[in-house]
């Protein structure tokens, strides 16, 4: 029953813990930043330091808000590398009901009080037990805090985010980069002429 009920299933293994969910389709970017410690050690050592819970966020155009979780943080400017208070947060809202386009990116850090949330969230969008309506009770009991991501994600649960991050990847790649470039160069003409 999706992700909300698949984390559920991981109870046994993680005791009452708190713990982090990677969504492995998700692929985080920093490659181009000058970060001391990566996002993740940042939400962990936040959640260490707060108790706070912690989702990963990252602005997406508006034609995208719709595929992905949506948070509030009753319009406050978020700073990359920092976490902020939300207010709300709902599974893929349409344009006219989303409360920003501040996106969830695919890495938590929760309290374990989100255990016994997650085995009584019903179904909710698409039919699926949602990770993201379980979070939204835990902020009726604790403060969870958006964190802004520093880089920039792929989201490779879609077919052009899959093959834009491996032309991403594969053009930096010191042993695939140059075959790559040949290639697309070998494409321009067909590139050029393409409709639009
Ligand atoms: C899941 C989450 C969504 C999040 C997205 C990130 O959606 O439910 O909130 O924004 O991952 O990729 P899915 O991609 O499984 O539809």
Known sequence: KDLGHAIACARPCIGNSPFVVMLPDVLID?????LSKDNLTEMINNFRHSHKSQVMVE??????????GIVDCAGVVLNQGKATPMLAMVEKPTLKDAPSN???VGRYVLSHAIWDILESTPVGAGGEVQLTDAI???MEFE?????????KSHDCG???GYMLANMEYGLRHCEVK?????????QRHSLVNAEP
């Open 30 to 34: 920093d490659a181009a930043c000058d």
């Open 59 to 68: 602005a997406v155009p508006d034609n995208q808000v719709s595929n992905y």
């Open 102 to 104: 501040q996106s969830v």
């Open 136 to 138: 939204a009770t835990l």
């Open 143 to 151: 403060t969870v805090e958006a964190y802004s991501m520093v880089g």
């Open 158 to 160: 879609s077919k052009v």
């Open 178 to 186: 140059q075959a790559m470039t040949d290639f697309i160069i070998s």
